[in-house]
């Protein structure tokens, strides 16, 4: 439980200092200025969900190594190498060719300004490298303390990168807003001195080409999970052709997160915590936690739908201004099903700790195709069919990795002969 508290609080002091500032962009841009940095805000932190797999696969690895009592393997170095590497890689070909000109041209990136904005998230993919190779590694080695200033120092340091423009620049701007959220990427600059480097195990590499099957297969199963996540303000950008019109949905969907943060700290530990469980062999335990998963689940989606409905429009017009006027429908629904596939990420996150990494691509895969599908099919207005598709990518994203992990679960619960 302490280890939950102290990244518990972390991440709520994180996640309300992110809300403010995105509430300061949207007071600081027009609406659609500041739907267009949010169709930017989510590509970015898509390649950062995408680079979370630094992260997981360094935790996993790290409490292993300590399970069995072994230093660090330096497979974890060359997974980060290779993560670098490819994600620059995708974001030459989304800057540079024709499939990402509909998001870049919404945030009016063109010319020299798309050069600039593809360049800031070049560095900010840099940043988001070393920032979970660092915690990673924190919560393999259990130092809490590490992780959770990581956690805070983000927020904190996009802040203050916004502050000089919201004081001096002449003009707001979305590359502005893009710039400054881009520096929170460099937050594990205030703890590398207490990050205690050891050496790595010896003999301890991988093959290039197993680490690269495994970054690529982890790196799809994020990316496929930021499109419905981060991402999806942009998913609807592409979709529908344009974020004009859509500034109220972005800021309920935004607003809606809240219920991630609040899962937040039992995601961060569950591929420690379950690594360790499957290391002592007792992948049979894991069984009765999908059934309170369920349960939890539906109850607190109900929860949320309830107080959606009746607080949701008041919340968006606090928060985003008087010109943000949401239906109390619209936030109760999006709340709920936010809730649904924070219950999925739960599910999903012990393909890790198995290494069914095809697990994740495909829960997460299927469940962007049932999304984009709804997207197209959904009758009626931008609203009507990015709501669509947010319910259909909880509900499909829940099912197939509970289906799937229940089958993962078996087969291993069946080698090892239980408990």
Do not use: H
């Not at 660090?72 to 974001?91: D, E, K, R």
């Not at 600039?116 to 070393?130: E, P, W």
């Not at 994020?222 to 500034?247: E, I, R």
């Not at 599908?373 to 609203?383: F, H, M, R, Y």
């Amino acid at each position: 439980m302490r280890r939950l508290g102290i990244i518990g609080v972390a991440l709520v002091t994180a996640s309300l200092l992110g809300i403010v500032l995105l509430v300061g962009v949207a007071r600081w841009l027009s609406p659609d200025e500041n739907a267009a940095f949010i169709a930017l805000w989510g590509v970015l932190f898509a390649g950062g969900s995408a680079l979370s797999l630094v992260e997981q696969e360094t935790a996993r690895q790290s409490t292993r190594a300590d399970a069995e009592g072994k230093a660090t393997p330096i497979s974890v170095a060359q997974l980060a190498l290779v993560a670098l590497g490819l994600s620059w890689l995708l974001l030459m070909v989304m800057g540079f060719t024709p499939a990402g000109s509909a998001l870049f041209a919404s945030a009016g990136s063109q010319g020299g300004q798309r050069i600039s904005t593809v360049g800031i998230m070049a560095l900010a993919y840099l940043g988001f490298v070393a920032q979970f190779s660092v915690r990673g590694l924190a919560l393999g080695r259990r130092q809490e303390g590490i992780y959770a200033a990581i956690l805070v120092a983000e927020p904190v340091w996009r802040l203050l990168g916004l502050l000089p423009f919201v004081l001096w620049a002449a003009d707001p701007s979305p590359l502005w807003a893009l710039l400054a959220t881009a520096a929170g990427s460099y937050g594990w600059v205030v703890a590398w001195r207490r990050v205690r480097l050891r050496p790595f195990e010896p003999n301890s590499s991988e093959s290039w080409g197993r680490v690269t099957g495994r970054v690529v297969l982890l790196g799809a199963a994020n990316g496929l999970l930021a499109a419905l996540l981060t991402g999806y303000p942009a998913l609807v950008t592409v979709m529908v052709g344009s974020s004009q019109g859509l500034a109220v949905f972005f800021a309920v969907v935004t607003l809606c997160r809240i219920p991630l943060v609040l899962l937040a700290p039992v995601q961060a530990l569950v591929i420690p915590e379950t690594t360790r469980i499957l290391a002592a062999g007792r992948a049979r335990s894991l069984f009765g936690l999908l059934g309170k998963v369920l349960a939890a689940t539906l109850g607190v989606a109900i929860v949320s739908a309830v107080a959606g409905w009746a607080l949701g429009p008041w919340a968006v017009r606090l928060l985003f201004g008087s010109s943000y006027v949401a239906p109390g429908w619209l936030v109760a629904l999006i709340l709920a099903s936010t809730v649904v596939l924070g219950a999925a990420l739960l599910q999903a996150a012990v393909f890790v700790s198995l290494e069914r990494y095809l697990s994740s691509v495909l829960t997460w895969g299927a469940t962007l195709a049932g999304t984009v599908v709804a997207l197209l099919v959904t009758p009626g207005d931008a609203l009507a069919r990015g709501t669509a598709g947010f319910v259909v990518a909880s509900v499909l994203g829940y099912v197939i990795s509970g289906l799937l992990l229940r089958l993962a679960l078996g087969r291993v619960a069946g080698r090892s002969g239980g408990e």
